[in-house]
């Protein structure tokens, strides 16, 4: 029995020094990011239970230079579809509503609402048009009805980008729809369903809905661009837009709640849970991704949107989770090559002292420049405070890349003109005296919105 004691003492012992060891190389990376201005947030790593790395990186205020640390509360952005994708599936399991349920069933004149089902809302398979990127919707001055009025007006009236269920195509209406659907049949506010039925359970204190609004010493600024010593403050979406798409806050710690409910089946028996993890289309399940990673399947969400920018990550085998809270919308380092270089380390495939991103930085300038007719297009051209386009190649076509990395491909339509798939507008790019193009014009709901190149 003693002998027993030792080798479960000796094995626990282990455990513990090399968990020690990993932590201390995956610190020695996170501060490799954040002392070249690529992170600024909070990161929580956690495997087999056993938290590996919960800190905070850079500054959540730079003007007080507030520190951020693991209760910093930063928006969530579209990682609000994780908790509005637990809600649907916990009215779906009391049978209160159902996945196959189509759209016509709670708002009857709701357009093409008898082809597009609740999972189609989900997995952002229903061809919806998106109002998020709708410039002219989103410009508060201009529109003085209210947020859902004006929504629900634009969305009836433009056509569906393609048929319900036969392709991927991001779209925050999708999960706008699911939030009025679950108003509908919770019978309650989203916010007063998402405290009784997960924020409670979860013991998730610092976690909400109006984060405009909200009051705490912990709340992040957000931040468009860091750079050393120069930054520049956000404009925060009004609640009433992001609503039940983009807009929960919360802090890496929390999320790690979360994680560990889900994980447990506290939330929802397993059968249920797992319909949240089954891919539709392009490797797009409800709220989550499903991709390989280090040769490992994970579960995966990004999310960027004005100030904030997120990754959570999963590997469900290994119970290894991943969350990244970031108060900078532009970081120059994408998430989701930091989490690669981290998962490397927790896999033993990297050593920590490498420098990971001068490799980085060294693969891009080796990158041969990409020849197209489109070239002189490509590049960041800001048409509002709050909208931008960075334009890039994707194989052959031309793609517009929103702020929350939402892609758009512009078909073209003639010299220099481009239409932007499934969106009622016409993209004209301008050339100066030099035949450079560093200016655009967005041609859409019958007003003609500059765009200026800045990068």
């Not at 109002?131 to 508060?140: A, F, G, Q």
């Not at 195509?169 to 659907?181: E, K, P, R, V």
């Not at 108060?327 to 930091?338: F, S």
């Not at 300038?365 to 509002?384: A, D, M, N």
């Amino acid at each position: 029995m003693r002998c027993l004691l030792f080798i479960s003492f000796f094995l626990f012992t282990s455990y513990e020094s090399g968990a020690q060891s990993l932590q201390s190389r995956l610190e020695k990376m996170m501060e490799t990011y954040a002392g070249n201005n690529d992170f600024n947030g909070s990161v929580l790593i956690a495997k087999k239970r056993v938290v590996l790395l919960s800190k905070g990186y850079g500054y959540s205020d730079y003007e007080t230079k507030s520190p951020n640390n693991e209760n910093t509360i930063f928006q969530l952005g579209t990682l609000t579809e994780l908790f509005t994708t637990q809600l649907v599936l916990s009215l779906d399991s009391k049978a209160a509503m159902g996945l196959e349920d189509k759209v016509d069933k709670y708002f009857p004149d709701f357009p093409n609402g008898n082809q597009i089902t609740v999972k189609n809302l989900l997995t952002h398979s229903s061809g919806l048009y998106d109002y998020s990127i709708d410039t002219v919707l989103l410009r508060p001055k201009k529109n003085f009805k209210p947020a859902r009025v004006a929504i629900m007006e634009s969305v009836q009236n433009k056509p569906l980008c393609f048929y319900p269920g036969s392709k991927y195509g991001y779209c925050a209406t999708d999960y706008y729809m699911a939030g009025l659907i679950i108003e509908k049949v919770g019978r309650w506010d989203y916010d007063d369903l998402l405290k009784e039925r997960i924020l409670k359970s979860c013991k998730m204190y610092r976690t909400g809905t109006d984060f405009p609004s909200l009051s705490d010493n912990n709340k992040a600024t957000g931040y468009e661009h860091i750079f050393a010593d120069t930054w520049q403050k956000a404009e925060i979406p009004d609640t009433g837009y992001s609503f039940t798409s983009y807009g929960l806050y919360s802090t890496t710690a929390d999320m790690y709640k979360f994680y560990q409910s889900l994980s447990t089946h506290k939330l929802l028996p397993q059968d249920w849970q797992d319909l949240a993890y089954t891919p539709l289309k392009d490797q797009y399940a409800a709220g989550w991704k499903v991709e390989r990673i280090n040769g490992k399947q994970f579960l995966t969400h990004e999310s960027n949107t004005p100030g904030f920018s997120g990754y959570v990550l999963w590997q469900k085998q290994d119970d290894l989770f991943i969350v990244f809270l970031q108060n900078n919308k532009t970081p120059r380092m994408p998430l989701p090559v930091i989490a690669s270089g981290l998962i490397k380390c927790i896999y033993g495939t990297v050593e920590s002292k490498k420098p990971v991103v001068q490799q980085i930085e060294k693969s891009k300038v080796e990158e041969p420049e990409p020849v197209s007719p489109f070239k002189k297009y490509l590049g960041k051209f800001q048409f509002t405070e709050t909208f931008s386009l960075n334009f890039v190649l994707r194989g052959d076509e031309l793609i517009g890349v929103s702020a929350d990395l939402k892609e758009i491909r512009m078909i073209p339509e003639g010299p220099d003109t481009f239409r932007p798939d499934g969106i009622a507008a016409v993209l004209q790019f301008v050339k100066d005296n030099n035949g450079r193009v560093n200016k655009a014009i967005l041609h859409q709901g019958g007003e003609d919105v500059p765009g200026k190149r800045v990068k």
